[in-house]
């Protein structure tokens, strides 16, 4: 990661998850037993989503997606062969 990307998330840090460390653990077991099966990933994100633009701000920016076209990419690739969804 460059130090523009490092100072970043060191800057940034009250805004992470609470669980992140649990959740980046879940990651990387999920992508070891996957690559032992051989299989690619495909990471689908979807739904709305708030982002604040700044620490301890109102201003954000904001997305209203109720997720549907995320839902029907992760239903057509989980069909593939050799890929995790």
Sequence with gaps: MDAA???FFQDTKELQPADLERRRVQLQAFLTQVKS???RVALITSGGTTVPLEVKTVRFIDNFSSGTRGALCTQERSR???WKA
């Design 5 to 7: 990307a490092e100072a």
């Design 37 to 39: 099966q051989n299989l």
């Design 80 to 82: 593939s062969e050799n």
